[in-house]
């Protein structure tokens, strides 16, 4: 039951960030940048995930979020990316945020939230899924990233407020066109639209 | 001891209720002078038939547990029948009388008291045996006189005691408690009777012990064999549950006499507000409390101990005090004198674990506690418990009677006598297990949605054989949740459920030692009892197939509509029958009020409505009656029953918003017809059933609802919040063979009802005669149906001029209806000339918003839709029509428009993967497809879809 409930805005934004967090712990488990040792079997929506427990990952990932989640209150995230990089950029996951919390008038979006935890573990399964099956790049030698596409004038005030915070985000250099795409899947259910695709930077020849 | 912290020491000993004894004691034997034989039976294993049931049948924490629920229950019941009048009254008046007592006491404060039977157990199993009186008797399931036995195989008790000890060792740890001699002191307070053990004692425990036991050194928890080293003349009693059961009931009953506000804590212990006796009866709380334990013993001969003070702390503290068979009052005046001589222990929900902390720290008496401030105490031991902690050693205790009792779990766990040969025994336990925890479910009527699976299983390197008995000796204990879609107590289900866990843990079956199944968030189902008292099979819900109605999704407060569907089921079944019209309701009843009422509408034949007067009715309002028409249409072409389905916004206002639209679907299930419904279709329909409450996404779109019928197009009903108000209707292909029959019936515009044509308004007009003429320019297309369907003007992504979103999707609807035509054959053609037009006038009542329509081609949006749509459309002809293949473009670009490309991909691959078998034209528009589609993909994401090269 409770397939929909009501969420305050914070809540929502709330499961918007835990969907995200278990992704990019999903993806880098996927990708194998690090040993599978750092890693720990754990439970999210009732699908079993994997979760870094090493810490500095843990809290730059953390950071990240805790960003990503209060630009998402004011509406201001276009994307959320992770950079796979091998000096140059391999792989992009791009979390891209189509629309947002149409709030009713008392504040509390309703959420049906057993079709998001289904989407959400769909997303993971094709994630795992995907980069299991590739195994045609070393990975190894690769280092993440990430970045965070704003709309309006969110960079402004986020340079306002990096003052106050340890965790600095600067300017992303031009970022250069993949050399395709390829879609993971969507997370759409009525407030949230999440697109998750990957761009590739690899030739097509590889 | 109170038989309530017997039991929860029990618990946090791990050490599970001792069924009975070895069954290598055959032999009968006395037990008391009383002349009691105990028959030795051989303990049955689980997995073995009526394992459970004998189980619960000698389980002592099973009965004292159940019995502390039983009596919340109970006390709730009396509550609800009392009628304002209390016998026990009466009986003060009596008393008074004999006993000369003056009713003159003023009592101005709230008293609390806690009255708490004296070692209950025992007492009520000396009314058996009055000879025993004034002896050491304690209760338990072994013998007094029983003899050393031979150490079983495998078992070590040594290992098993050190393992329990490193164990609470750890744990201390946790407490940081540094100093060894400390820990040491702490160990020999925990574990006393390791020195008492030796390798053949008897590990029955013991339940409850009488004073003169206690005397002795004896106290409750303890294990049989110790306690007769310390009193050798121990006599032993056998439990009496149907005694405890007794005399519980006529405590209770005899409480709630005077007062039912009443919080049930144990089948032996409970609390009462004194305060409106006191002040009815003017008894001082002394005297009250006399008179209540006479009552008691006269009715019970059982001894109860009352304390009183002026909040339920005081009182709970005052019985300690009282103990045994007294009675004391704490004064507010007292309280803190009092408080200031105990020690940390005697505090409610501080255990050993806690009490250690606290030494660690250096507080041992609630004097030593009053010192701490409250931040210290909530940096220590949380907010919520800091908190507590910190007013309670003050003798402050803001908590008020639990009147309403709310269970947030419910479980059976059995961690005795598992040992399973195989997987068939595990699973017929947790059949048997299952239907426990159902029946359990049951009888407080909820269902539980959190599951979760406890096992207990061997540790590595524990012996096989454990110490006690059956027991389960040293365990690692894991356990694993799974929440399900919908709340239930379906034994079947739950079954299921948990061997997919057992299957998940990849447990062997035979180091398990223990199994509970837990289930959480729970959901009373009086709400949705009866409208649905099974859930699990298809028939009963195919018999059930019913209407929901809510004709204003958007405007119906949930609330209004969980209230509303039992009555509207009723309406349903009433229903059966087409010709069953009533009287027509008020038309102009309240509007605010509507959507409750008008749930179902019963109209007259349409000829006798005044089409001026339908005209002036409010837009919403005309276009629910229209729509009750076209049902009815729908229901004269002669099929089976109508049903009526309306959508209910499954996620709230804003979900009904975006779904916007008349997604009405005219659904029916006959069982024969479903029959007969090709096999992906029946499935369709039953995981529909099977997923009640979710929302697929094919049912998301009006526009899909509408066209598509025959992907199971569903209807859930989620009602608010938590409350299990569910329904989910399932329209079958019925609707489907019928709704463009009605349609076609048109041929000409003179088919159409005069005096409704008149009362349309002129676009609408318009629109149908448009529509007519351009059918009939159709049916003389060479290609029927094919061509039309991707002719560019029709094509949804282009609407071709026409500016009213509801009249794009009207275009929509009536393609794909022509198109299933060929699909309808079988169906009667039955014109019904009022249906077209009144779909027109629907969808222009409703159109006006539509942020979220999900994009279709030709009324297909899921992927097997279009897969068939384009497999149909390659065997259409040798080479593709330019139009066409500009609408399966133009479909693919509003996809990337959409930033759909999930779904795109699999469409492009498919196109591949069939441009191999085509001609050459084919090949060459196909491509011409996906190169344009790319172009689109590269516009809005810098680059081209990625392709499996092996194509390209």
Not at chain 2, 31 to 40: K, P, T
Not at chain 2, 925 to 937: H, K, M, P, R
Request: net charge neutral.
């Amino acid at each position: 039951m409770t397939l929909s409930a009501s969420f305050g805005r914070d809540e929502c934004i709330g499961l918007v960030v835990d969907f995200l967090e278990v992704s990019l712990h999903q993806i880098l488990w996927a990708c194998k940048l690090y040993p599978s040792e750092i890693f720990k079997q754990t439970q999210k929506f009732n699908a079993l995930v994997y979760k870094s427990i090493h810490p500095e990952i843990n809290s730059y990932i953390d950071n990240t979020l805790n960003t990503v989640r209060n630009l998402l209150s004011n509406d201001f995230v276009e994307k959320l990316v992770m950079v796979i990089k091998n000096n140059k950029p391999v792989e992009r996951f791009v979390f891209s945020f189509h629309s947002y919390y149409k709030t009713t008038p008392s504040g509390k979006v309703t959420l049906n939230v057993t079709e998001i935890r289904q989407q959400a573990t769909a997303i993971w399964l094709t994630m795992s899924q995907r980069l299991g099956s590739e195994t045609h790049y070393d990975r190894e030698n690769c280092t993440f990233a990430f970045e965070i596409h704003t709309r309006n004038v969110a960079y402004d005030k986020m340079l306002e407020r990096q003052s106050t915070e340890d965790f600095q985000w600067i300017v992303a250099d031009n970022i250069k066109n993949p050399n395709s795409v390829m879609p993971i899947r969507k997370l759409d259910s009525n407030p949230f639209c999440i697109d998750v695709y990957t761009e590739d930077y690899r030739g097509d020849d590889s | 001891m109170t038989k309530k912290q017997d039991v929860t020491e029990c618990q946090n000993r791990s050490e599970e209720a001792v069924i009975k004894d070895s069954p290598e004691k055959n032999s009968p034997e006395k037990v008391s002078s009383a002349g009691d034989i105990r028959q030795s039976r051989e303990m049955k294993r689980a997995g073995e038939d009526d394992f459970l049931s004998e189980f619960y049948k000698r389980s002592r924490l099973h009965h004292i547990s159940t019995m502390g629920a039983l009596f919340k229950r109970h006390v709730t019941e009396l509550r609800e029948k009392n009628n304002g009048i209390f016998p026990g009254m009466e009986n003060i008046e009596n008393w008074k009388k004999t006993s000369g007592y003056q009713g003159s006491h003023k009592n101005e404060e709230t008293v609390f008291m806690h009255i708490d039977m004296d070692c209950f157990f025992v007492s009520v199993g000396l009314r058996n045996h009055p000879s025993l009186v004034g002896k050491p008797v304690v209760v338990t399931h072994a013998k007094a006189d029983s003899k050393p036995l031979p150490r079983r195989e495998g078992s070590n008790r040594e290992y098993e005691f050190e393992c329990y000890k490193e164990h609470w060792i750890k744990k201390s740890k946790f407490a940081e408690s540094n100093n060894a001699e400390e820990t040491e002191a702490g160990l020999t307070d925990v574990f006393p009777r390791l020195q008492d053990l030796d390798e053949t004692c008897s590990m029955s425990e013991i339940a409850s012990c009488s004073y003169e036991a206690r005397a002795a050194g004896i106290y409750n928890g303890m294990f049989m064999g110790a306690a007769l080293k310390l009193c050798p003349s121990l006599v032993a009693i056998p439990y009496d549950f149907e005694g405890y059961k007794e005399v519980s009931t006529l405590l209770y009953n005899t409480v709630a006499s005077y007062t039912l506000d009443l919080e049930a804590v144990s089948c032996d212990e409970l609390y009462a507000d004194i305060t409106t006796v006191l002040r009815q009866s003017g008894l001082a709380p002394a005297d009250f409390a006399t008179h209540l334990k006479e009552v008691i013993f006269n009715k019970t001969r059982c001894n109860a101990s009352v304390g009183m003070g002026p909040n339920m702390l005081m009182a709970r503290l005052a019985t300690k005090k009282a103990k045994p068979n007294g009675l004391f009052y704490i004064q507010k005046e007292q309280m803190a004198e009092f408080m200031k001589s105990h020690k940390i222990e005697d505090l409610p929900g501080v255990g050993r674990s806690m009490a250690h902390r606290f030494h660690a720290l250096g507080v041992n008496t609630c004097l030593d506690m009053q010192q701490v401030t409250l931040g210290k105490l909530q940096q220590e031991f949380g907010q919520k418990q800091g908190q507590t902690l910190y007013y309670m050693c003050r003798g402050e205790d803001k908590r008020s009677l639990k009147t309403e009792h709310i269970r947030k779990s419910i479980s059976a766990d059995i961690n005795y006598g598992i040992r399973f040969a195989n997987d068939q025994e595990m699973y017929k336990f947790v059949q048997e297990l299952s239907s426990e925890v159902s029946k359990r479910m049951e009888e407080i009527n909820v269902r539980g949605r959190l599951l979760t699976l406890k096992l207990k299983i061997r540790a590595k390197d524990a012996p096989i054989e454990t110490a006690k008995f059956m027991g389960h000796g040293v365990c690692d204990s894991i356990s694993r949740s799974t929440t399900l879609v919908t709340a239930t107590r379906e034994i079947k289900i739950i079954e299921k459920e948990v061997q997919i866990l057992l299957k998940q843990l990849k447990v062997d079956c035979r180091e398990l030692r223990g199994m509970g199944i837990q289930f959480s968030k729970l959901v009373a189902d009086n709400v949705s009892k009866g409208k649905q008292p099974k859930q699990n099979s298809l028939l009963s819900f195919v018999a059930r197939s019913k209407i929901v109605p809510s004709e204003n999704p958007i405007t119906v407060p949930p609330e209004d509509v969980a209230k509303t569907v039992p009555s509207e089921n009723v309406a349903a079944s009433n229903a059966e029958e087409p010709d069953d019209e009533k009287t027509e309701p008020d038309k102009n009843q309240d509007d605010g009020k509507r959507a409750n009422e008008n749930a179902r509408f019963e109209l007259p034949s349409f000829s006798q409505i005044d089409p001026t007067v339908l005209d002036q009715l409010p837009d919403d309002l005309k276009a629910d009656i229209i729509q009750e028409y076209q049902k009815q249409g729908i229901t004269l072409s002669g099929m089976n029953s109508p049903t009526k389905n309306y959508p209910e916004p499954v996620a709230g206002p804003s979900k009904a918003e975006a779904e916007n639209g008349p997604s009405f679907v005219d659904s029916q299930i006959d069982p024969s017809v479903f029959d007969q419904l090709p096999d992906d279709l029946k499935n369709d329909i039953i995981q529909e059933y099977q997923r009640k409450g979710i929302t697929l996404s094919v049912a998301k779109s009006p526009t899909k609802n509408l066209t598509k019928p025959a992907a199971g197009t569903s209807k859930t009903e989620t009602a608010p919040g938590s409350s299990t108000t569910k329904e989910s209707v399932i329209s079958s292909g019925t609707a489907l063979s019928e709704k463009p029959v009605s349609y076609d019936g048109i041929e000409e515009i003179t088919d159409i009802d005069a005096s409704y044509w008149s009362a349309l308004p002129d676009d609408i007009r318009i629109e149908i005669e448009r529509d007519i003429q351009q059918r009939k320019s159709e049916t003389t297309s060479p290609i029927k149906g094919w061509k039309s369907i991707f002719k560019p003007q029709r094509s949804p992504v282009k609407p071709a001029g026409k500016t009213i979103n509801g009249k794009a999707k009207a275009e929509i609807k009536r393609k794909t209806k022509f198109q299933e035509i060929p699909k309808a054959k079988v169906q009667p053609t039955i014109p019904t000339p009022v249906a077209i037009a009144e779909e027109k006038v629907i969808i222009d009542a409703k159109p006006l918003e539509a942020p979220k329509e999900e994009l279709t081609l030709s009324g297909a949006s899921t992927l097997p839709e279009i897969r068939q749509l384009l497999l149909e459309w390659f065997s259409s002809s040798d080479s593709p029509e330019n139009e066409d293949c500009e609408a399966v473009s133009k479909f693919l670009a509003s996809l990337v428009n959409n930033k759909e490309l999930h779904k795109i991909e699999p469409i492009i691959l498919f196109l591949k993967r069939r441009s191999v078998e085509q001609s050459d034209s084919w090949k060459r528009a196909i491509d011409d497809i996906i190169n344009t589609t790319q172009l689109y993909v590269i516009q809005y994401y810098n680059a081209p879809l990625k392709l499996p090269s092996s194509f390209s």
